[in-house]
């Protein structure tokens, strides 16, 4: 194994399937991974062998988030907006007042900040690793917004309120991320997170393995994000599912947890998400299987209409 668990930090792993990328020349990702299971807590993962610091530089450099016409993570469109706002909505509603200090890490172009000064809160600052993201959310929202890795944070004080939406699961370094994040909570503080809920795909299956990309390198259940937090001292105070829009009519599932501060109890291994990772791959082998035949027919008959023998 190149990658230990992300969450336990085990060693042995059970492989799943192997995903192959045609990828433009020199793409810093790499070409592919095995996507395994840690035999010792169950986490779903991609056993790449590209590094934080790699990722680090093509969020820096080539994030698809800069670009406020095709990125999630703005709020221009309906659909992208509807979802930063409910964010925005459920965190407000754990919150006592306004005057709250929210740090939100991974901004984006600023969407969700902008939500929660749409909502009345002020004391906003955003972090993603793109200058061109850190530069929009100052510009466009009057946020303020430093470019910076969760591996290099300058010195921004101490928040009330963290939240990371639909970035764990980009990240390579889980515990070094958590271990950053953590020390910026104040006493009382929470935090709120957000991911793919890996225990729902085989649900919302529209292309064969479309969850097994370049970006997305780990697969979350409540279970394994609520491990991955007991290791920094936080503990869920409320966890729950959703859907959301990945794009306009879209649905794609998701699960959050509220965290803070707390003594966990021990988790056990998640066997659930390995069967439910083993029916979305069986999923999206048999869709596969069946859009290859489709195109075989059509090749077929357009053969046959032209007059061409086929064998």
């Not at 890795?149 to 958590?178: C, M, N, Q, R």
């Not at 959050?256 to 069986?282: C, H, M, N, T, W």
Request: aromatic share 10%.
């Amino acid at each position: 194994m190149v990658r230990n668990c992300a969450v336990c930090s085990g060693t042995e792993r059970e492989i799943l399937h192997t995903q192959e990328f045609y990828l433009p020349e020199g793409h810093p990702l790499g070409a592919g991974y095995d996507v395994v299971a840690c035999e010792e807590c169950g986490f779903v993962f991609a056993d790449t062998m590209v590094n934080q610091a790699a990722y680090d530089l093509f969020y820096a450099k080539r994030s698809k988030y800069e670009d406020s016409r095709t990125s999630t993570g703005f709020g221009l469109a309906d659909w992208d907006w509807r979802r930063l706002r409910d964010v925005a909505d459920a965190v407000a509603f754990e919150v006592d007042g306004k005057n709250a200090r929210i740090l939100d890490l991974g901004c984006a172009n600023g969407g969700l900040l902008a939500a929660f000064k749409s909502k009345g809160f002020s004391d906003l600052t955003g972090v993603d690793p793109s200058e061109a993201c850190a530069a929009a959310t100052r510009e466009i929202h009057n946020i303020e917004a430093v470019a910076a890795s969760l591996y290099s944070l300058p010195d921004l004080g101490f928040f009330d309120i963290i939240t990371l939406s639909h970035v764990l699961e980009h990240l390579e370094d889980l515990k070094g991320a958590a271990q950053n994040f953590s020390r910026l909570l104040r006493p009382g503080g929470m935090i709120y997170i957000e991911v793919p809920d890996a225990s729902r795909y085989s649900e919302f299956l529209i292309a064969p393995f479309q969850d097994f990309n370049t970006e997305h390198i780990n697969h979350f259940s409540h279970k394994s994000l609520r491990r991955l937090m007991s290791t920094v001292g936080l503990v869920p105070f409320l966890e729950g599912s959703k859907t959301i829009e990945s794009t306009k009519n879209v649905p794609y599932p998701a699960l959050f947890g509220f965290y803070q501060a707390g003594s966990a109890k021990p988790e056990g291994r998640d066997d659930a998400l390995v069967g439910q990772i083993r029916l979305y791959i069986e999923g999206s082998q048999g869709l596969l299987q069946r859009m290859d035949q489709t195109i075989a027919a059509a090749i077929a008959k357009n053969r046959h209409d032209n007059g061409v023998r086929v064998w």
